[in-house]
């Protein structure tokens, strides 16, 4: 079997960490495949504006093709309007664009099928592109693709729905994802539930923990709550930052690590300044992806108070790595999550249930000792990316016989005649 895969998300060197889950996915995946092309877009920036902003350079950096672990890996720049309410019109852009390109690669690397990372844009563009060239689709729906934003207006609201119906499977991050794309559309697409698991084998055998906390500067003595993702507010970080203030003055050996994009830093210091804490957080920004193991390994808790979610991975490290964790109980996290058996659970934006949880798990031993050991087995018996690999690769084969045996929705035109 050869894959083209739409993702305009991917491991680069202007973000290194972007979609490392499924690009590990994908590194797996070709061993049972014989090909696997991933087209990665770019947002095309004339030379004159990277001139004025260096940042905007970056999306630069990368070859436009390389081969990298087994995938073949292409980049091509494409124009993009900026912003969540755009990506439908982005998704149609992204059509006419990489049709010519599409069409070079099926017939060179003989492709016998599109999938889509996110259903919006990619998922479209790839359901779009696979019916215009008459190929079998799939999709991954992540979860804010799903959950938010088709809401921003009617444009990405009638795309996605359509996408939903027309593709020929769907795969979903969490059953609770999958339950949601059932209602948006009257007729959709073969849907699953899959997980993408991770690396388990990345957590396994870390250096002691000592040995860790000398090498990333962090005190033997000191307790370290750790939040690991991008610090935007839908992740809840303003809601950790009141739960830490809530609980910095009863527990004053606790501290506070935040790694991962910092949107939002400057108004989380600034809270934390108020509350005289500042020297007890730590801000990394983005770090490298083999050293989130490093920081799990050095921490006692993680903290995911996040408001939406699909299935969150770094809650599937922690529980890899033995650390326990707090999550709300949103999306998919209870499917993994079972209070006080693989974690502790809270309601989304309830600062002062979250300091409790915390507290509770950092003021119990046995708690975060049967946390750890139920996580840990859990993810090596359903979450190793090395087992699920071989599953999807089934999942496929099948979803490529029923298209080519005629057993798929009808197709629906995509507006604008891309498809």
């Known amino acids: 079997m050869r894959?083209?895969?739409?993702?305009?998300?991917?491991?680069?060197?202007r973000h290194p960490t972007s979609a490392i889950f499924f690009a590990n996915l994908l590194r797996e995946l070709v061993r049972h495949t014989e090909r696997i092309v991933v087209v990665t877009p770019r947002a095309y920036i004339p030379r004159g504006l990277r001139l004025l902003n260096r940042r905007w350079s970056r999306w630069y950096l990368d070859p436009g093709v390389s081969e990298e672990n087994g995938l073949k890996i292409v980049r091509p720049h494409v124009p993009m309007l900026r912003g969540e309410r755009y990506l439908g019109v982005n998704s149609l852009l992204m059509q006419a664009s990489l049709s010519g390109?599409?069409?070079?690669?099926?017939?060179?690397?003989?492709?016998?099928?599109?999938?889509?990372?996110?259903?919006?844009?990619?998922?479209?563009?790839?359901?779009?592109?696979?019916?215009r060239f008459g190929l079998p689709s799939a999709f991954w729906a992540i979860g804010s693709d799903v959950n938010d934003f088709d809401r921003y207006n009617a444009l990405n609201r009638l795309l996605s729905r359509r996408c939903i119906g027309s593709g020929t499977t769907i795969f979903a991050e969490s059953r609770a994802l999958e339950r949601t794309i059932r209602t948006l559309s009257p007729a959709p697409a073969d849907v699953r539930t899959f997980y993408k698991g991770i690396d388990v084998g990345n957590f396994a055998d870390l250096p002691p923990r000592e040995e860790v906390r000398k090498?990333?500067?962090?005190?033997?003595?000191?307790?370290?709550?750790?939040?690991?993702?991008?610090?935007?507010?839908?992740?809840?970080?303003?809601?950790?930052?009141?739960?830490?203030?809530?609980?910095?003055?009863?527990l004053d050996d606790v501290d506070l690590l935040m790694t991962g994009e910092e949107t939002e830093r400057s108004g989380l210091a600034e809270i934390l300044k108020k509350e005289g804490l500042e020297s007890r957080v730590r801000f990394t920004g983005i770090i490298p992806y083999a050293e989130i193991a490093a920081y799990m390994k050095a921490s006692d808790l993680l903290v995911l108070p996040t408001w939406a979610e699909g299935l969150p991975n770094v809650v599937m490290e922690a529980m890899a790595c033995g650390l326990p964790v707090v999550a709300t109980d949103v999306g998919g996290i209870p499917e993994i999550l079972t209070d006080g058996v693989t974690g502790v659970s809270v309601p989304p934006r309830e600062p002062a249930r979250l300091a409790e949880a915390m507290q509770r798990l950092l003021?119990?031993?046995?708690?975060?000792?049967?946390?750890?050991e139920n996580g840990r087995a859990l993810m090596r018996e359903s979450f190793d990316v090395r087992k699920n690999a071989a599953d999807l690769a089934g999942m496929l084969r099948e979803t490529k016989e029923r298209f080519m045996s005629g057993l798929r929705p009808e197709p629906r035109p995509f507006p604008g005649g891309l498809a």
Not at 216 to 233: E, T
């Open 101 to 131: 390109l599409f069409g070079r690669i099926i017939e060179e690397e003989r492709i016998g099928m599109v999938l889509g990372y996110n259903m919006i844009p990619e998922g479209i563009a790839a359901v779009g592109l696979a019916s």
């Open 363 to 372: 003021g119990d031993r046995r708690l975060r000792s049967l946390c750890a």
């Open 215 to 250: 090498r990333l500067d962090l005190s033997q003595d000191r307790r370290y709550i750790l939040f690991a993702g991008r610090l935007i507010r839908e992740k809840g970080v303003y809601d950790l930052a009141e739960a830490f203030a809530g609980i910095a003055g009863r």
């Open 3 to 13: 894959l083209l895969v739409l993702s305009q998300m991917f491991p680069c060197l």
